[in-house]
């Protein structure tokens, strides 16, 4: 209606939107929490989601011990403390991940439902869901792939979860996967095929 | 040479790599620091350079105080030691999504050059990229936009870049930008147009 005098204004400030780069990438963000015990396959589970979608020229990115512990995290340890504001940071890290439009998978054990629950609570109903990676404490014990049940068992380990510090397990978990009677490729495909499902990502 | 066996090994647990999801991007990753005083202009050039870059269907992203400081960094203030850590912080999800393939912009006043250095360090040649926003302190201030040195040199504001907190300009960044004379428009296309020198985003 108004004539436009300010040749000087060629573009507004604002932010690049979540909806903008999904487009971009062709499927939405979401968050996938992976919680369990050590060994309970949780990396390689995401991993191999990764790889999945991956493969079908998707944007996924895993969030583990090995690329925040010893990065963002590394001057937290495994104190109740610590735990927490790990999770935290993992969450928030998240976050940013998923307004980028990522399908982010993240393996971190996150024993207390409690911080679990608030990272939760700071995304949108859909955005966050729990898959509870669910496999015995003795099945994890015998594979063991890094002697640490070992070395916890030894006492030379203070604090590991499931031996000398709790692990409280979701209550009500989007996801239950059973890696002691299902292999890490069957969880993977599974966890794809829900994002499916729910349009996460378009049907391969 | 040997027959495969183990028909149950149908894959194995490599993460997906950087290389792997530049491919899906279609250009490189790399982190562009922006720092500068408030009012600068960082945030400015750091989203206009964002939204140049989607427009190309490129995967770009800003880390600035409206999605860190309100969420990863909320537990963090602006004492010297905070704003150390804050840095940290930002340098490492700043890796991560390099290690994603983004595009990756940062607009942090950052005032401290040890904390930028430290920053540097932990990203290879070539993938941290310091963008000197140099504008004259007279200038920011008349800017003010939000009013913020008008409050700091009333003393409502403790320990305000530039009035009662320092700045330590950088001494070879790579690229500096005098917003001062040029504008943000120029600025940004100046960056993107950097970008495609150095071969991390094709020519458009």
């Known amino acids: 209606m108004t004539q436009q005098k300010a040749t000087n204004i060629v573009w507004h400030a604002g932010h690049v939107t979540r909806a903008d780069r999904e487009k971009i990438h062709g499927h939405k963000g979401v968050l996938l929490w992976l919680t369990g015990l050590s060994a309970s396959g949780k990396s390689t589970i995401a991993i191999r989601v990764e790889q999945i979608l991956t493969e079908r020229g998707h944007f996924a990115y895993v969030l583990d011990g090995d690329n925040v512990r010893h990065g963002l995290n590394s001057n937290l340890g495994f104190s109740p403390e610590d735990r927490t504001e790990n999770i935290r940071r993992v969450g928030e890290v998240g976050r940013l991940f998923v307004d980028a439009g990522a399908v982010v998978l993240t393996a971190f054990i996150s024993p207390y439902r409690a911080d679990r629950d608030k990272v939760r609570a700071r995304f949108d109903a859909g955005d966050f869901i729990e898959v509870y990676v669910n496999a015995p404490l003795e099945v994890c014990e015998q594979r063991d792939p890094k002697g640490l049940y070992k070395k916890a068992r030894e006492g ?25 009677a299902e292999d890490a490729e069957a969880c993977a495909r599974r966890l794809v095929a829900i994002l499916e499902e729910r349009g996460v ?3 391969a």
């Open 156 to 180: 030379k380990i203070p604090e590991f979860t499931g031996i000398s510090a709790p692990y409280e397990a979701p209550e009500k978990p989007e996801i239950v996967l059973d890696t002691a």
């Open 201 to 203: 990502v378009p049907r």
